[in-house]
């Protein structure tokens, strides 16, 4: 059973960065495609950024593109996701998931961290 921890979230005003981490636990890490996910209150979950097994592959959301950057650090069994440029709108809850499948939604995902919160003052 895959457990995974994210920490890094925060308040930070716009323009600022952040750097979420999720801590991977219970499998073999770099066997995993990953995913960053976030939900704002009300709406649905939305794929942030993905990275397939091993690393191979990534994916950025359109809103998200050219401001942050998925990682993984196979070493250390670790996920991160570098947000600069941050804006009010990136508000949100922001989840952590694994599974077998490199996809979009959250369906496609089998595992999940607990969320650490993350709002951008304007």
């Known amino acids: 059973q895959v457990q995974l921890v994210e920490s890094g979230g925060g308040l930070v005003q716009a323009g600022g960065s952040l750097r979420l981490s999720c801590a991977a636990s219970?499998?073999?890490?770099?066997?995993?495609?990953m995913a960053w996910f976030r939900q704002a209150p009300g709406k649905e979950r939305v794929i942030v950024a993905s990275?397939?097994?091993?690393?191979?592959?990534?994916y950025y959301a359109d809103s998200v593109k050219g401001r942050f950057t998925i990682s993984r650090d196979t070493a250390k069994s670790t996920l991160y996701l570098q947000m600069n440029s941050l804006k009010p709108e990136d508000t949100a809850v922001y989840y952590c998931?694994?599974?077998?499948?490199?996809?979009?939604?959250?369906?496609?995902?089998?595992?999940w961290g607990q969320g650490t919160q993350v709002t951008v003052s304007s």
């Open positions: 998931a694994a599974g077998g499948r490199y996809g979009l939604k959250p369906y496609d995902y089998d595992y």
């Open positions: 219970g499998g073999t890490f770099s066997s995993y495609s």
């Open positions: 990275s397939s097994w091993r690393g191979l592959s990534t």
